[in-house]
């Protein structure tokens, strides 16, 4: 299976150092003559707008299992795993679509205005987006190391 069948975006990068099972992995964005900006999985590389894009980025990859662990200084792949903007489409959307909905339809049948029930509705969506950001700021980063580049 091809890097294009698994990953959803793959850059070649040098390690800058390796700790607890995550390589920080120095990726020439401006070299490879692609463009961040146009890039919609921009934000998963922390790539920021302000930034140049010929500057160089980091990105904190983690290192499967069994593999071997890349020297600082080393030539390196890492790759973003398909699947993941779909499941987070569905996160930030549909939950906090279904709570809103929710809110609207409990308060409806509980007879409470519409401004309130509004009010409620909108506020319950947002206690939801404020959940996702708590929840998902902690979680592993989605780049996976691939491989030495020989």
Not at 61 to 75: L, M
Not at 132 to 145: A, D, F, G, H
Request: with cysteine.
């Amino acid at each position: 299976m091809s890097y294009s069948e698994m990953y959803a975006l793959v850059h070649s990068g040098t390690v800058v150092s390796v700790e607890h099972g995550m390589a920080r992995v120095s990726v020439d964005a401006g070299a490879a003559g692609h463009s961040c900006a146009g890039c919609s999985l921009s934000a998963s590389c922390g790539q920021d707008s302000k930034k140049s894009e010929s500057s160089p980025i980091v990105l904190c990859a983690r290192i499967p299992v069994g593999a071997q662990i890349p020297a600082v200084g080393g030539a390196v792949s890492v790759g973003l795993p398909k699947g993941r903007s779909l499941r987070a489409a569905i996160i930030m959307l549909v939950f906090p679509l279904a709570v809103f909905l929710a809110v609207a339809c409990i308060g409806t049948f509980a007879g409470i205005d519409d401004g309130p029930l509004a009010l409620c509705a909108v506020s319950g969506a947002c206690v939801c987006y404020f959940i996702i950001y708590i929840v998902y700021k902690r979680r592993q980063t989605p780049w996976i190391l691939i491989s030495d580049n020989r």
